[in-house]
C-alpha cells in the first residue's frame, strides 16, 4: 500500500530515524502503532530539515508560553474531521426542572457508530463554586459513552459520574468531565431570553463562555477505555478526539440548559439565542498544574504537537504566493483584530491581554503590506515576527497557519506517537555521553548546580490527586516526587558519567547508581527534535503558565487569563457551530468571533 | 463498575499507575518504581494474575525491593553477557515471580535476544530461579495487548484494592501542601 502524499511536496516516507545503538524500538509484542505510522512526522520533519524552526527557538519556555490555537489545534481538526466524514449530531433527551437541573442526553453519529454524551446537571450554592480540581461537589458531570446508552448503563452512571474521581467506570465510557456555570452570566443570560431580549454585549462583557469545566479525564482513567484500545478504523483513533467531541457537546449544553431555564422563567415571552450570539459563546475551562506533568513525561506527544505546527508553518513559508492568498490573510488578520478589539483590557500579566494584541495586530498587519510584493513574503513576514518577540511571533505563526491546506487524513496520523522505548543496557559510556549532549545539551544553560534550581519538588495532593509544587526546604519529598524534575535528572546523570570509564556498558553504571535509571530511560524515550521543553520545573524562576498555555492553545483554546503563576482560564470552541449546524457547508473559519455589538428585542 | 463480586474491571495504566505509587512508598527509586510498574502491567496482560502477586508482597518491603526492584537488574546483566558471549545466566537469588520480569524479558527480545526457561502455561505468580538470556526471541503480537487496552483488565478485587491503600502515602494531605505554601 502506498502511503498517502502530502501538500508540500514531502517525498520522504520511507526515510528511517536514525537511532544510535543507545536505543531500540520497543518489542512489537506491546506497540500498538505500526513503525511506519510512528515515524511519520520525523520522515516529513526531516524532509524539511533545512526550513523548519530550530527547537532551540520553538522549545524555549517564553516561545511555547506565547502558542496560540491554530488550523491544527484538537478542536479544529475534530470538528473538519465531523464536516468531512458526515457526522450529524444532536440532543437526544432533556429532562430538567426550572431551575437546569436533571439529566440530558447528546448523541453524536459518526457513520460507523455512534456515540451518546450523558450530562447530569444540578445546582450548588455559588459559596461552592471552585475553579480547582480538588472541588467534590459539580453543577455538571457527564461522561461519553461509546454507543447508546441503554437503561441499566443509565443507572450506572447516574451514580457513578457524578462522583467523578472517586466514581468506577468501564471501558463503554470513552471521557468523563465536569464543571460549574458561569456565576456571572448564567443568570443573567436566563433573565434576559425570559424577558425576551437578548443579552446586552457591555452586560455580557468578553464572557465568552456560560459552562466551564475544569478536567476532560479518558484513556484508562477510573477504568475507562484506554487509548491504545481504539482499533485503527475507530473515529477516535486520533488523540483527543473523545474528550474534544465532549467539549463540543458540553458547550452545546450551555445554551440548552440557558435556554430551557428562559423558557420556564418567561413562558411565552421568552425567546432563544439569536444569530449573533448563537455561536459566540464557547465552553470556558479552568486548568491548574495538572498540564505541567503531562507535558514533561511525554516528549514523543510534545514533540507531535510542536512538529505538526513548524512542519505547516515550513510549507506556508516557502509559498509561492497566488494572487488571492494575500486577500485570505489580510482578511485573517483583520479578523482577528476584530475579535481582540472586543474583548477586556484586564490584567493578564504575563501574557497581552486582549486589547493590547490589538496594536500588535495593526503591525503585522503593516508589515504584511510592506512585505506582501517582495519575494518570499511569507517567510518575510515571519521573519519580521520572531524579531518582534514571541508574542508576535507566534501570532503570525497562527496566521500563517491558516493558509495551510494539510491533508487531514495524513495530519491525524502524525498526531499518533508510539510512546515506547527501552534503554540498551550494554550501551557504552561514551554512547551516552554522545547522546547526552546531543539531545541535552542546553542544561548547561540553566545554572542547575546553583540552589535555586532545585528548590521545589512535584507532588500530587490527597485531594482528588491534584499536582502541586512543594518547596523543598519546607517539606521533603520522602519518595513522593513526581518524576517532571527532568533537566536535573539528566544534568546529574551526566555529572556521573564524568567519571565512568568510556567503554563501559551503561549497565555497569546503573548498577553503582541506580537513582539514574529513570534519566537514561528520559534519555532514550526524548529521540525527537521538538520533545524538550527548555526549562527546569523545579527552579524558583520556573512559570507553569507558559507550557500550560502551549498546551492548552494545541487544544484549541484561547482568551488565556492567568490568575496565578499556576493556573489560568481560557475558553474553547467560541464561535464553533452548534450540533444541529453540522454539515456539509461548515466551513473552518469559525474561530476568532468579534462580541456582538448591537442588543436587539 | 464491577465484573462479578471479586473482581474489578480496570484499565492497564491504572496498575502501572498503582505499583509505581506502592514501589516508591516502599523505597524504591522512581526508574525502578516504573519499571516494576510496566512488569506487573505486562504480566497482568499476558499472564494473569499479576495485581495479586504483586499485592502478596505489600507487606514485606524487602521482599519487593528484591524481587521486583532487583529482579530485573539481573536479568539486564544476563543480556549484557550475553551479548558479549552469546549467553548469559540469570541467577535471582531468591524465587522471582514472573510479575516482576514480564515486560523486562519483552525488551529483551525488542532488542533481538531471547529468554530460556520460562515454562508453558506460566502465569504472574509462577518463580523462577534463574533464567538464560540467548538466541532469537519468541514471537510475539499485540493481541493480549489490544484486547486488553479495548476491554480492560478483569482483576482481583482484594488485591486492587490492597494496592490502592498501599499507594496511598504516596500522596500529600492537602493540608500540609496549603499549609507550607502559607
Known amino acids: 500500500m502506498h502511503p498517502p502524499r502530502v501538500g508540500g511536496g514531502c517525498s520522504a516516507w520511507q526515510a528511517r530515524v536514525e537511532t544510535l545503538p543507545l536505543e531500540r524500538t520497543y518489542a512489537a509484542a506491546v506497540s500498538l502503532i505500526p513503525p511506519t505510522s510512528a515515524d511519520a512526522l520525523q520522515a516529513e520533519l526531516a524532509a524539511r530539515s533545512g526550513r523548519i524552526r530550530p527547537a532551540a527557538y520553538a522549545m524555549r519556555p517564553e516561545v511555547l508560553g506565547a502558542a496560540r490555537l491554530s488550523r491544527y489545534s484538537f478542536s479544529r481538526t475534530m470538528l473538519r474531521r465531523a464536516v468531512a466524514d458526515g457526522w450529524t449530531a444532536g440532543r437526544v433527551h432533556q429532562d430538567l426542572d426550572a431551575e437546569g437541573r436533571g439529566e440530558t442526553i447528546y448523541v453524536v453519529d459518526a457513520g460507523t457508530q455512534r456515540f451518546s454524551f450523558v450530562v447530569f446537571t444540578t445546582t450548588i450554592d455559588e459559596s461552592a463554586h471552585t475553579d480547582r480540581v480538588i472541588a467534590d461537589r459539580w453543577e455538571v458531570a457527564g461522561a461519553l459513552v461509546d454507543g447508546d446508552v441503554d437503561d441499566d448503563l443509565l443507572a450506572r452512571l447516574r451514580i457513578e459520574v457524578p462522583e467523578q474521581e472517586s466514581g468506577r467506570m468501564d471501558p463503554r465510557i470513552l471521557s468523563l468531565t465536569r464543571g460549574n456555570r458561569s456565576v456571572r452570566f448564567f443568570g443573567y443570560l436566563v433573565d434576559e431570553l425570559a424577558a425576551g431580549r437578548q443579552p446586552d454585549p457591555d452586560q455580557v462583557g468578553d464572557a465568552g463562555y456560560i459552562l466551564r469545566s475544569t478536567a476532560f479525564y479518558a484513556n484508562g482513567k477510573f477504568g475507562m477505555r484506554s487509548f491504545a484500545g481504539y482499533p485503527g478504523d475507530h473515529p477516535f483513533r486520533v488523540p483527543y478526539r473523545a474528550q474534544f467531541v465532549a467539549a463540543w457537546m458540553f458547550r452545546e449544553l450551555g445554551y440548552d440548559m440557558v435556554e430551557h431555564c428562559a423558557r420556564a422563567k418567561g413562558g411565552d415571552n421568552a425567546v432563544g439565542f439569536d444569530g449573533e450570539w448563537c455561536r459566540y459563546f464557547g465552553l470556558g475551562n479552568a486548568t491548574g498544574l495538572g498540564l505541567v506533568p503531562y507535558a514533561f513525561k511525554h516528549p514523543r506527544v510534545l514533540d507531535a504537537w510542536v512538529g505538526v505546527r513548524e512542519m505547516a508553518l515550513a510549507d506556508v513559508r516557502e509559498r509561492v504566493v497566488a494572487p488571492t492568498d494575500g486577500a485570505v490573510l489580510r482578511g485573517w488578520i483583520a479578523k482577528a483584530r476584530e475579535h481582540f478589539a472586543s474583548g477586556s483590557n484586564d490584567d493578564c500579566t504575563p501574557f497581552l491581554n486582549s486589547q493590547a494584541l490589538v496594536p500588535l495586530l495593526d503591525d503585522v498587519a503593516e508589515a504584511w503590506g510592506r512585505v506582501a510584493d517582495g519575494a518570499d513574503p511569507y517567510d518575510a513576514l515571519y521573519l519580521w515576527a520572531e524579531n518582534q518577540g514571541p508574542e508576535t511571533s507566534e501570532m503570525v505563526v497562527s496566521l500563517l497557519l491558516e493558509l495551510h491546506d494539510g491533508d487531514d487524513d495524513l495530519f491525524d496520523l502524525l498526531f499518533l506517537v508510539d510512546e515506547h522505548s527501552s534503554a540498551d543496557p550494554t550501551a557504552t559510556v561514551a554512547e551516552v555521553r554522545a547522546k547526552l549532549d546531543e539531545r541535552f545539551g542546553w542544561l548547561g544553560e540553566l545554572n542547575l548546580d546553583e540552589p535555586p534550581a532545585d528548590a521545589f519538588w512535584w507532588v500530587v495532593s490527597d485531594n482528588t490527586e491534584e499536582p502541586r509544587r512543594a518547596r523543598r526546604d519546607r517539606l521533603a519529598p520522602e519518595g513522593r516526587d513526581v518524576a517532571v524534575d527532568v533537566a536535573l535528572r539528566l544534568w546529574r546523570f551526566g555529572r556521573t558519567l564524568e567519571d565512568r570509564h568510556a567503554d563501559e556498558p551503561v549497565a555497569a553504571v546503573l548498577a553503582d547508581h541506580p537513582e539514574h535509571r529513570m534519566a537514561l530511560e528520559r534519555l532514550v524515550a526524548s529521540d525527537r527534535r521538538y520533545g524538550e521543553p527548555r526549562d527546569n520545573t523545579c527552579a524558583t524562576s520556573y512559570l507553569p503558565l507558559q507550557i500550560q498555555r502551549f498546551q492548552l492553545a494545541q487544544y484549541g483554546m484561547d482568551e488565556f487569563k492567568p490568575k496565578d503563576t499556576d493556573w489560568l482560564r481560557v475558553t474553547l470552541f467560541q464561535g464553533a457551530p452548534r450540533l444541529a449546524e453540522l454539515g456539509p457547508d461548515t466551513t473552518d473559519d469559525w474561530v476568532l468571533p468579534a462580541r456582538p455589538t448591537s442588543r436587539k428585542e | ?182
Open chain 2, 1 to 182: 463498575m464491577t465484573d462479578g463480586r471479586l473482581q474489578v474491571l480496570v484499565a492497564p495504566r491504572e496498575i502501572h499507575d498503582l505499583v509505581f505509587r506502592c514501589a516508591r512508598v516502599a523505597g524504591l527509586d522512581a526508574g525502578a518504581a516504573d519499571r516494576a510498574g510496566r512488569n506487573v502491567t505486562a504480566a497482568e496482560v499476558h499472564l494473569g494474575g499479576a495485581v495479586e502477586t504483586f499485592a502478596s508482597v505489600l507487606g514485606d518491603p524487602q521482599r519487593l525491593a528484591t524481587e521486583f526492584g532487583a529482579g530485573p537488574d539481573v536479568l539486564v546483566g544476563a543480556e549484557v553477557e550475553a551479548r558479549a558471549t552469546g549467553s548469559g545466566v540469570a541467577r535471582f537469588g531468591v524465587p522471582t515471580p514472573l510479575a516482576a520480569l514480564a515486560s523486562a524479558v519483552a525488551d529483551i527480545g525488542g532488542r533481538g535476544l531471547g529468554v530460556d526457561g520460562i515454562q508453558a502455561g506460566a502465569t504472574a505468580a509462577t518463580t523462577v530461579d534463574g533464567l538464560q538470556v540467548t538466541g532469537s526471541p519468541s514471537p510475539s503480537d499485540g493481541t493480549a495487548a489490544a484486547r486488553a487496552a479495548r476491554d480492560g483488565l478483569a482483576v482481583d478485587r482484594v488485591a486492587f484494592d490492597a494496592l490502592i491503600a498501599a499507594a496511598r502515602p504516596f500522596l500529600v494531605a492537602e493540608s500540609i501542601l496549603d499549609e507550607i505554601e502559607d
